[in-house]
């Protein structure tokens, strides 16, 4: 299973490392590792969370199955 590092996922984002720490701390963003102090990212959980944040239009994400 490939995992990203915060800073790796920040990279992806194009966004702080520090925004990916408050999500975490708000429950927000893709389910993630913490082994120890260490916080990894698995990567088919950062994709299906990409793809929950997938847009039509303004009015909120496209809903499954295309409706």
Partial sequence: MKRLTEQHL???????VRTLQNWRWMGRGPR???IGARVL???DEIEAYEAGQLHANTS????????
Wanted: hydrophobic residues 40%; aromatic residues 14%; positive net charge.
């Fill in 32 to 34: 993630y590792l913490k």
């Fill in 41 to 43: 990212y698995p990567l």
């Fill in 60 to 67: 909120g994400p496209v809903r499954a199955g295309g409706a």
């Fill in 10 to 16: 920040a990279e992806r984002w194009q966004m702080s």
